[in-house]
Nanobody
């Protein structure tokens, strides 16, 4: 089993920045990919970004956040960070950290085996 704990959510004004972190523990050696998803009220959970644990450290972003968000990972600490800049009100959602043992179909929530409890991000206009 893998446990994920997110931190760093909060309230910020439009154009501001937030940094989300996710710490993994347990059987972290089984993780190949870590990602972030978000879910706004009344909407489905959507992909935000992902990074593989491979040597290439490949990164993936949703079109809606490309150029504004940056994902990074620290293998030694089993953590993944999402730096969110130029935030918009439409970024408001609960953000979930997720981990997968697979390295494909990374934009689909069903690929991920483990989930954090979520952290609220609210962007005021």
């Amino acid at each position: 089993q893998v446990q994920l704990v997110e931190s760093g959510g909060g309230l910020v004004k439009t154009g501001g920045s937030l940094r989300l972190s996710c710490a993994a523990s347990g059987r972290t050696f089984s993780i190949y990919t870590m990602g972030w998803f978000r879910q706004a009220p009344g909407k489905e959970r959507e992909f935000v970004s992902a990074v593989t644990w491979s040597a290439s450290s490949a990164t993936y972003y949703a079109d809606s956040v490309k150029g504004r968000f940056t994902i990074s990972r620290d293998n030694a600490k089993s953590t993944v960070t999402l730096q969110m800049n130029s935030l918009k009100p439409e970024d408001t959602a609960v953000y979930y950290c997720a981990a997968a043992t697979a390295g494909y179909n990374l934009r689909f929530a069903t690929t991920y085996d483990y989930w954090g409890q979520g952290t609220q991000v609210t962007v005021s206009s």
